[in-house]
């Protein structure tokens, strides 16, 4: 049989074809590194396109929640006076409440959730710049100022009547926070302490005062319910 230096071809010049096969393994390697890093590419790139639209999205859906804020504060100031969610018959006593019996039938029908939610719907309006102006917005829309002296948030001073803990306010001040602010939410601490210091301001004259010079006037409402007094 021939040996293996027989099967090696040996050309005019005396070298083999060894140098050649190298030579075409060199080109092929070389080829397949250059595919490799045609494809590698092209994935990496779309990685990037992947990222930048997912910043993108994010940075739309930021804009488009800041644009709908300011579209509710646009028809907010611009709406007339009473021209606000009057499509929906609201069943609850005349607002604002300024007697102990109007007060517990309010007190019953926003512990509904249904009813809450209507409610809730119309009170988001009024707006405010902050959680404490949004809570002391709604309390003005609900009661009259005499309610101060029949209702406490304990119920436990002299005089008077009943307690804003043991009705369904607390939870209504922290659902109107809720939607107004676009979800910021109330402790139920922090909602009381708004009632404690709304309850004080309107039985304090002063207080009232100075707390009307800090903040801007409340948008007025229609309160053209249907009476249940």
Do not use: M
């Amino acid at each position: 049989p021939p040996s293996t230096v027989d099967s090696i071809a040996v050309d005019g010049k005396g070298n083999t074809n060894d140098e050649e096969h190298r030579s075409i393994d060199e080109q092929q390697i070389k080829s397949i590194d250059d595919v490799t890093n045609y494809v590698v590419a092209p994935l990496q790139e779309i990685e990037n396109i992947k990222t930048e639209l997912k910043n993108l999205q994010l940075t739309v859906a930021g804009n488009l929640v800041k644009i709908n804020r300011n579209l509710e504060e646009l028809l907010r100031r611009s709406n007339p006076v009473g021209g606000i969610v009057e499509g929906i018959i609201y069943d609850h006593p005349t607002l604002a409440v300024s007697t102990i019996v109007n007060f517990d039938k309010l007190s019953e029908w926003v512990k509904i959730q249904e009813n809450k939610l209507k409610l809730v719907t119309k009170l988001r309006i009024l707006g405010g710049a902050n959680t404490e102006e949004i809570s002391k917005r709604v309390l003005d829309y609900l009661f009259a100022k005499n309610i101060s002296k029949l209702v406490t948030l304990t119920g436990k001073e002299k005089g008077v009547l009943r307690s804003f803990r043991d009705s369904g306010f607390v939870d209504l001040i922290n659902c109107c926070v809720r939607a107004t602010s676009g979800g910021e939410q109330l402790t139920i601490v922090e909602a009381e302490v708004a009632i404690k210091k709304w309850v004080k301001n309107k039985s304090d004259p002063r207080a009232e005062a100075k707390c009307l010079g800090e903040s801007q006037s409340p948008v007025v409402l229609n309160n053209d319910n249907v009476e249940n007094n």
